[in-house]
């Protein structure tokens, strides 16, 4: 069992900058992905940043070029940096562990970002 916890989450104006950050606790996988998605009301949860256990990432392409997601391999943590922010990079963002070799995943409870215009 992987335990998540984010933080980060706020209401910002549009053009501004919050940092989203996840730490996992538990039977962390060796093999594994360390992600972000959202969801926004009414809409289908979107992956927003991936990181895996051989070091490569991987954005959506809604936010290439705005947000850098960062992973500190020892500590089993994730950071997603998320700059000049638009009204719809709103959305409930939750951090996600996939187990690879079996094919679990876990989810962190969420943290909400609101962008004002």
């Known amino acids: 069992q992987v335990y998540l916890a984010e933080s980060g989450g706020g209401l910002v104006q549009a053009g501004g900058s919050l940092r989203l950050f996840c730490a996992a606790s538990g039977s962390f996988p060796i093999n594994n992905g360390m992600n972000w998605y959202r969801q926004a009301p009414g809409k289908q949860r979107e992956m927003v940043a991936r990181?895996?256990?051989?070091?490569?990432?991987s954005y959506g392409d809604s936010v290439k070029g705005r947000f850098t997601v960062s992973r500190d391999y020892a500590k089993n943590t994730v950071s997603l940096q998320m700059n000049n922010l638009k009204p719809e990079d709103t959305a409930v963002y939750y951090c996600?562990?996939?187990?690879?070799?079996?094919?679990?995943?876990?989810w962190g409870q969420g943290t909400q970002v609101t962008v004002s215009s």
């Open positions: 996600n562990v996939e187990d690879y070799s079996d094919y679990e995943d876990y």
């Open positions: 990181t895996s256990s051989d070091g490569t990432t």
